[in-house]
């Protein structure tokens, strides 16, 4: 595997815990899915895998590798690694793109620093890409500044200059959101080529389980800031055994018997599995996590001493 996560703790600065000791390993090739209702930690998660943690974030457990250097630690190692070899699509392309910068010197931003590439000659080997994800490449579109583009074309742009280096592994954090259907079918599609011609392994994390089914193989539910099941995308979402994730998936089926809630305040995290205050068939196993289990043949593991499960 090329990205290794061991037992991930994150926490504010004032030591309340935001993300539990988790696990997660991906590598080329690898279509995973991370899932889960707004403030669960996935993106949060997708920050610490790039080095890129809010302020007021720290690490205080576990650690982060990518092809055997270190991610969670500042080196010129990693700034050789992050945008080269593994990239990052965040949630927000209007903050993640440079207001002060032409598209076409965002696109070339990468390439230059990584592939020693003139502005020119990375625009003549991006076109073609620029033409699949739809994007348009005459010199006016060039010229313009994020805030002249529309919310799908920065989201595309976005997604274009992290793949301008031709990363190995791939950070995408709802990366569809300002799509309109028609461009996101595509984008979907699209996706699943590049995946396939460059053996591009993703990590997509998103809240839409339609859009996750149909694009990873593998898939993890964070609750709370913890994970609450894994394993193969097409089980999970065909037979859920966390109640989480039954819930989960009655929400997204709009079924009524998926009650209302909120996540639980950090500060009011209960012992062993976060989600009993919600949950239906919460039982006195629960505080220690040993309320269900998987086997490893599934991908599947309960780990009822530290919480939460692996995504092998």
């Not at 894994?230 to 998926?258: F, I, M, N, V, W």
């Not at 209960?270 to 919460?282: E, I, L, T, W």
Request: hydrophobic share 40%; aromatic share 6%.
């Amino acid at each position: 595997m090329s990205l290794v996560v061991d037992q991930l703790s994150l926490a504010r600065a004032d030591g309340l815990r935001l993300l539990a000791p988790l696990s997660l390993e991906f590598g080329p090739g690898d279509r995973v899915g991370l899932v889960g209702e707004s403030g669960s930690g996935k993106s949060l998660l997708a920050q610490s895998l790039f080095g890129a943690l809010p302020q007021g974030v720290k690490q205080i457990g576990g650690s982060i590798s990518a092809f055997g250097t270190a991610m969670d630690t500042p080196s010129r190692a990693r700034d050789l690694i992050r945008g080269r070899r593994l990239a990052w699509v965040p949630q927000d392309p209007l903050q993640a793109l440079n207001p002060f910068m032409r598209t076409q010197d965002q696109l070339s931003l990468l390439p230059g620093i990584h592939l020693g590439e003139s502005t020119n000659s990375a625009m003549a080997r991006l076109l073609p890409l620029l033409e699949r994800l739809r994007l348009p490449t005459d010199k006016a579109f060039r010229r313009k500044y994020p805030h002249e583009l529309s919310g799908g074309q920065r989201q595309r742009l976005v997604l274009a200059q992290a793949l301008s280096c031709d990363p190995d592994l791939l950070i995408l954090d709802e990366p569809t959101t300002a799509l309109d259907p028609t461009v996101q079918a595509d984008f979907l599609s699209l996706m699943l080529e590049l995946q396939a011609e460059r053996s591009l392994g993703y990590l997509w994390i998103s809240h839409d389980l339609g859009v996750v089914a149909s694009v990873t193989s593998r898939l993890m539910v964070l609750y709370g800031g913890e994970a609450m099941e894994a394993g193969p995308t097409d089980r999970l979402l065909r037979e859920p055994r966390h109640p989480y994730t039954q819930r989960l998936l009655q929400a997204a089926k709009r079924e009524p018997s998926a009650e209302a809630g909120f996540l639980p305040d950090p500060k009011e995290r209960p012992k062993g599995c976060p989600f009993q205050p919600r949950c239906p068939k919460v039982e006195a196993s629960c505080a220690t996590w040993g309320v269900w289990r998987g086997s490893q043949e599934d991908g599947l593991r309960c780990e009822s001493k530290l919480g939460g499960v692996t995504l092998l």
